[in-house]
């Protein structure tokens, strides 16, 4: 069983959350949860395989079933506990007092975002009641998830193990940016979330090897010089929204792509993401002549303007108020981050479903095997594919011919994942592997790639 008896020293909670803990009360609350999980986790709980709701039952005395819901509140459970409680009871000798100046001083070095000590006392002092426990089932799932991604769990037939040796944390942030080759704002941004087998090596990319620059890293990034401007000036007025700890609702005019059209909506803006070559911002909300909220992703070089509201503006749709207004931003991320997890796609207001692949075997071989894609990204053995298409909802004569399909490819590799229906990324991801797999169901997503092969081969046919 590995041990994990780091104290929560600022740089171990910032490494565990992936994000500057001085951008927002979740993500403290979010670093503090991890870092007691995995001392909990290491240390008194004594299952070696378990589910996200036995996890619940070991940390609440009165756990809610519904994992929509925040367990009930009896005296002595855990989900009462501040954050001082949490950080500081297993060890009297740590001080609240020295921790947040510790923080401060962490911050103030690094100077990001030019924070003030007054500034970071007050965000300091908003933070002193909270109490990080108290979230849903889902939150706690969608923290087990994390810890999965940074290597400290596995996940076993849907359930979760303890990995044999956890990965390494800092315990203290480098003394100078010249001794990582950055300077220190810039190092406390480099805190992203990332998967952990690319955050163990970021460290190659700050230093050169006798004065000679050998590690480079080339990220695709399709956003012209002149709308460079425009994202930092977006960028900037949302982080001075989520800094002052609580959110609000915003009036957005965005230009669609996809609708061809200038709109407005109200929306309520969560976090930003960086995907698909691009920066995102992730809200809740709608158009402003629509009543139904959902979770939409706004790319920042297309925002034409963001305006704050008041909670009391007429133009918020209760749909908005009754997801947002008095919900933690921790668990509107947590829901993100769930949605993403869920089903391959970026789109998580689009419903997901199943698809069975196959990949010819020497391209899977060569290029898939022994690599990460999406959670649910998973071979298939040929013993379970009869269970597979069970869950398919073919009719006998579809499957049919799905099976005969299978059979004459007996050698190949198949694999289940779940995907957003309609969401355009899933569609480049199939064709970047064209044609070396073969998507057998659902059929309309069959169809949708055949037709675009067809016209493909279509482009090409004249040259004959």
Known sequence: MPEFNYLPSISVLQALVGVSLADSLANVNKAVRLWYSLRELANEFDAVEFTDGEWRKHLYKSPNNNRDKKPTEVDGCNCTKTIKDILFDFQPDLKWQEWKESFIKFYLDININHRTQENLENFLNQLESDRPLYVTGKTLLNDLNKLVNRGYLEVIDSRFKLVDEFPLLPTSMPASGESSGINKSDEAEIYVDLPV?????????????????????????????????????????????????????????????SQKQIYTAIIYPVCIYYYQRSFYLCAFGCAEDKTESNWYNYRLDRICSLECLDWE???????????????????????????????????????????????????????????????????????????????????????ALIEIRIKSYAQDAYYTMNYRVGDNSVIMRLRAWCPNVEVLFPLDLRQRMRDDMQKTWELYSEDE
């Open 197 to 257: 087998d690319f955050r163990s090596f970021t460290d190659l990319f700050w230093q050169q090897q006798n004065d000679i620059q050998r590690f480079y890293l080339h990220a695709d990034y399709h956003i012209l010089d002149e709308a460079e401007r425009r994202i930092a000036e977006y960028r900037r007025k949302l982080r001075e929204i989520w800094q002052k700890g609580s959110g609000v609702p915003c009036r957005l005019t965005y230009q669609s792509s």
């Open 313 to 399: 503006d007429n133009a918020i749709p209760p749909s908005l108020i009754e997801k947002c207004r008095d919900v933690g931003d921790d668990e509107l991320i947590d829901d993100i981050e769930l949605g993403i997890e869920t089903a391959y796609g970026f789109d998580i207001e689009r419903p997901n479903r199943l698809m069975l692949l196959r990949f010819d075997r020497d391209f899977h071989d060569r290029y898939i095997k022994n690599t990460w894609r999406h959670n649910t990204f998973k071979l298939v053995d040929r013993d379970k594919i009869d269970e597979v298409l069970n869950k398919s909802g073919l009719d006998k004569s579809d499957r």
